[in-house]
């Protein structure tokens, strides 16, 4: 046992407004020094990132539409977070629930009004969104298998599943051999607005996130899932029943990222491909990791990662670099805000 | 038998760098914390690697740089883990991000280009031996290092007193504490060490078993061997089968494609994760392996 009253010097960063700074200098200067290194200006670089997501409504449309995914892969992320546990398999449950809605869309749902149709389509994606999360969920609880380890791993096998169909039965025939589904009901597609690719979908990710918020901390159920992932000995004393709520809880996450996926197809997309919504999902997992899995700040969370993400085509065409170089801009906000964050507390 | 020997041999070049990430990360979870990142530190190495054997044609040096930024790598990993005690699984995982961005960046000019270089070493005499001379003695350097390592591994965990030491930092750091030396100073060598090891399998990967470098090419190796670490009981010596088990799912998949063998290619590329996810449900329900303590508190 350490004495914690000798313990209680103040240290630098305990400044929450210093550690703001640092998380967003930092990030800025390193990553220049990475541009400078290669002969490209960061000033051109910070120019276009800033043009390229200011640039038009657009370009801002853009952002909005990648933050739809994200809110709700993040929300995927940060409801098990709450049980204790971590789900990195956002990005499988979502492309999953993408391909069983671009099929349904496009099949037994074609000929349906959308009133009915679209409500619809949205439980097949979460159904499909929360299959593909059983899987974990039952490798988890009755295998006592690492569950990070397990969404990862299944990640792997849904990319293989996918290109597994759309290069087979499920691909287009009339698609000039493209590996794609055919392509959902016009009428059964969700709305844009203002000239941009952004779609109703935006409205239901933020209204996900506030759901999340008041359940997480205004009802009883919310209340037991805080003390699940706050002292599991303790909420097991108490009588709730854990592994129960882990799992409804983890079930509940992939139905959302089923959400995204549903907006996907039936938002931007409109037909499944082989890398449609590619690394929303890890890109989820990140959004909330950054914010410490609180819903209401992962919105801005998500706003930030998807315009550098939107940036990064911008960079591409301005200075030649691989779009992926925003990457390592993203990565080094979240690995500056780990390095000098807050303790969480409960430690 | 020539089939035989095609498919051995690429069992053994395809399992090796598998083979580098599982004892390197096994070393590290003794120690009692999970390299999760040794995905990235393949990566990192495989890149780093490829490019110094493209520009200096020597693998020694592609294997001493890739060391050092595949230990760089890991050092991220010990501080964030800890030094600052964070998810070390969450830490892994974005370091992996961070290093498809840097290899991404840094590699875009070696995309597509040919190594001009063949490190094959045939040992000799031993290279003769049928099937076993063509498959096993007919590899490069690092190759012949990887059929070593899981027993100097074994050798350095259960015999040397460092080695016992790290182990103990996984059972019980207080003890180590109390015995007057420094848990986190020994977590901090074990999470290095194994990104040293996983960068030296990412330079087989690129510089002998692909002869290329391509974007994200590791493409999951690092967390099946992270994974398959449960597999092995955390005994350095069992590295070799899981390793080879996948090399052979991966020998085979290519193999399939080549013949013409109407399997399709994703059903054959999934393989190696379903078998990694399979083998951890069978061994799940088996028996509970002798997990370091402090392990358990994650799990």
Known sequence: MKLQLLDKKTHLLDHMWLRILICFLAPIFLFGILLVSQGISPILAYKTIVTSVFGSTYTIGEVVVRATYLILTAMAAILPARVGLANAGGEGQMTIAATAVAVAGSTIFAEVPAVIAVPLLFVVGMLAGAAWAGIAVICKQLLNMNEILCTILLNYIAEYVICFLLYGVLKDPHGWNYPQTVEVASHLRLP???????????????????????????????FTMRTVGGNQTAARFSGVR?????????????????????????????????????????????????????????IPSALLIGALDVAGNGVEIATGLPAATMQILIMLVLLTIMAVGGKKKHE | MNDLITILSSTISAGTPILFALVGDLIGQRAGIISLNVEGCMLVGACAGFMTAATTGSLLLATLVAMIFGGLLALCQAFLAITR??????????????????????GRNFLGRSLGADFTWDIPILCEIPVLGPTVFSQDPLTYFSYLLPILAWFFLTRTKSGLLLCSVGEAPEVTEACGYHPKRIQYAAVIAAGVLAAIGGVQMSTVYTISWANDMVNGRGFIASAVVVLCAWKAERAYIPAYIFGLAQALQVFLQVKGVPISMYVTMMMPYLMTLAALAIISISKKPAMPEKLKIIS
Do not use: C, H
């Open chain 1, 242 to 298: 854990l592994k129960r709520v882990q799992s409804l809880v983890f079930a509940a996450s992939g139905a959302i990222a089923g959400i995204a996926g549903t907006i996907l197809i039936l938002g931007v997309e409109g037909r499944m491909r082989t890398d449609a919504g590619a690394t929303m999902g890890f890109m989820g997992f990140l959004t909330a990791g950054m914010v410490g899995n609180s819903p209401i700040w992962a």
């Open chain 1, 192 to 222: 844009r607005y203002f000239g941009t690719r952004v779609t109703f979908g935006i409205f239901i990710a933020l209204a996900v996130a506030i759901l999340v918020w008041v359940v997480l901390y205004k009802t009883r159920v919310g």
């Open chain 2, 85 to 106: 005690k964070r998810n070390m699984m969450a830490s892994g995982f974005i370091l992996n991000f961070f290093a498809v961005g840097l290899t991404t960046f840094f």
